[in-house]
């Protein structure tokens, strides 16, 4: 789930707990865990909501400062949209933040990456592709994916979607503009055979 910068902090200290989105269908289940802003959130509830139900409380719990500031909001969204109103908790830090920092490899944390990335390489329909990406992101830190998938022969959205399975490994980074490798990325390239 997105969020602007400026909720930053009220999904950190929990006042900000709920969501309201313009979807479809639904993008999110109960249950399931979401990243946003550096932070870990969990769904505790969803359903479709009247947009004339919400009240102010849950404007504020949202981050808005009243009801009909938020309903202002669902103006400029698809007109075939339906709200949906989200509620969620946040667990804490993101994950792969630490997972990403820890830049030091003993064997078994090598071995460990080093299956994962051939599991994911098996795994794929289009061959191996774990080590391109990762010498690919380390030539080329913050080129557009729309590039990068170029160079590797893929439609961006399978691109997009592989470096997010290296991100969650905490091998690669997101910037403003497309990736680089963290510093585990950066330590694992070092002393893997990146054949």
Not at 60 to 67: H, I, M, V
Request: a positive charge.
């Amino acid at each position: 789930m997105l969020f602007t910068k400026d909720a930053i902090s009220g999904l950190a200290d929990g006042s900000i707990t709920l969501t309201f989105r313009t979807w479809t269908k639904p993008q999110a289940k109960v249950g399931g865990r979401y990243r946003a802003c550096g932070l870990l959130l969990e769904v505790i509830a969803i359903g479709r909501v009247d947009p004339a139900s919400i009240n102010n409380t849950d404007a504020r719990r949202a981050g808005y400062p009243s009801a009909e500031v938020l309903r202002r909001s669902f103006e400029k969204q698809r007109h075939d949209s339906e709200v949906w109103r989200v509620e969620f908790r946040c667990l804490g830090a993101d994950d792969r933040i630490a997972r990403r920092n820890d830049a030091t490899l003993d064997p078994e944390k090598l071995a460990k990456l080093e299956a994962r990335l051939a599991r994911l390489d098996q795994a794929s329909s289009t061959g191996a592709w774990t080590r391109k990406t990762l010498r690919l992101i380390a030539a080329q830190p913050g080129d557009v994916s729309t590039t990068l998938a170029r160079r590797m022969k893929m439609e961006r959205p399978a691109f997009k979607l592989n470096v997010r399975k290296l991100k969650e490994l905490g091998l690669t980074e997101s910037l403003e503009v497309g990736y680089r490798l963290s510093p585990l990325g950066e330590a694992f390239v070092g002393v893997s055979k990146l054949a």
